[in-house]
């Protein structure tokens, strides 16, 4: 077990205001749940479930309800072994979601979790603020653009090969140090194409071409990501390796994600990304209580940043 020179455990954390489209949203304060709405027939855990419009907007009305921050939507799995579907048919699984977002003038955030230009500029376009692309820029080169015309707040996220890939034996040797170093070049990389800083977070990639130690090294060594000056996104729910701790299937692992996401917290994370919004936030509540932070009752997003 590595621990890193440096590392402050529980840590405090920078406070960031990140831009989001029209929106700033203030991050440190306390924990942001990013709520997953996957809107697939394949997703790892709940593959099949919100497929279907109906169900997709029911969701999203309940993870309101149950006090995500945001609300993170998806039309792809990148579950290991995935395979990518056309933009069409990801555009055409998601959009009810944001539709209904629009007319219900729900006032959760909405972020596209996508690797195409074509299909996070029709959720921005629809009202989105944010792109979670699990590719940090590198699937579409036309991605870079979209996040800049919109201003759009983007998740930069490490990846070691891709999905189809990725599991088959990943190696590192210093897997905090290249993930850090990957996270550190796809930032500047942004920035480089017209991104600002302020729009950016970064995400270690829990399960993303990684192993069991690998992904109890990275959140180990979260508090030692203050150094990239970015906010922080942890992304842990019902992953592979809560299955190996515990024997658990997919959809049976709620506590230990809420234990992952709780250490997440207390380490650094700025927000984190869960299937399990209710038991989340009522564990994270807690978290916050105790080291001081902001209740989850008030705001963190100003409605309006100024334009120009
Ligand atoms: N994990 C998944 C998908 N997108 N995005 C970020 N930023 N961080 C993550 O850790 C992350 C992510 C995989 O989880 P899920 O969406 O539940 O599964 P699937 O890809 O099978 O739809």
Redesign the pocket.
């Known amino acids: 077990m590595t621990t890193r020179p440096g590392t402050v455990f529980p840590s405090p954390r920078r406070v960031f205001h990140w831009r989001a489209g029209k929106q700033s949203i203030e991050l440190g304060h306390r924990t942001l749940i990013m709520g ?1 709405l ?1 809107c ?1 027939p ?6 099949g479930r919100y497929l279907e419009p109906r169900q997709a907007r029911a969701r999203l009305h309940e993870m309101v309800a149950e006090g995500a921050d945001l609300i ?1 939507v ?1 039309g792809e ?3 290991p072994g ?1 395979l990518p579907v056309s933009a069409e048919e990801e555009w055409r699984r998601i959009e009810p979601v944001f539709a209904e977002a629009r007319r219900a003038a729900i006032e959760v955030s909405l972020s596209v ?1 996508t690797q195409k230009a074509w299909v996070a500029e029709r959720a921005l376009a629809m009202g989105a603020s944010i792109v ?1 692309d ?1 590719s940090a820029l590198r699937n579409d080169p036309g991605m870079a653009d979209v996040v800049g015309s919109y201003g759009a707040g983007v ?1 930069l ?1 490490h990846m070691l090969g891709t999905p189809a890939t990725m599991q088959s034996d990943p190696r590192y040797d210093d897997v905090v140090e290249e993930v850090f170093e990957f996270l550190r070049e796809r930032a500047a990389f942004a920035v480089s194409a017209g991104i600002a800083p302020e729009q950016i977070v970064l ?1 270690p ?4 071409g990684k192993g069991l130690e690998h992904n109890l090294e990275l959140l180990r060594s979260l508090p030692a990501a203050h150094v990239l000056e970015y906010p922080i ?7 592979r390796f809560l299955g190996a701790l515990t024997g658990l299937a997919a959809p049976e692992r709620a506590q230990p994600s809420v234990a992952a996401h709780v250490y997440a917290a207390l380490a650094g994370a700025h927000i984190v ?1 869960v ?1 399990d919004v209710l038991a989340t936030a009522r564990a994270i509540a807690i978290v916050d209580a105790i080291s001081g932070g902001r209740s989850r009752g008030e705001s963190v997003v100003s409605p309006k940043i100024r334009e120009g």
């Not at 394949?42 to 593959?47: I, K, L, Q, T, V």
């Not at 990639?205 to 993303?208: A, D, E, Q, S, V």
């Open positions: 997953i996957n697939t394949d997703s790892f855990s709940d593959g993170d998806g799995s990148t579950r995935s979790d979670n699990v998740v996220m995400d990639g829990i399960g993303f996104l942890v992304g842990a729910s019902r992953k990304r299937h």
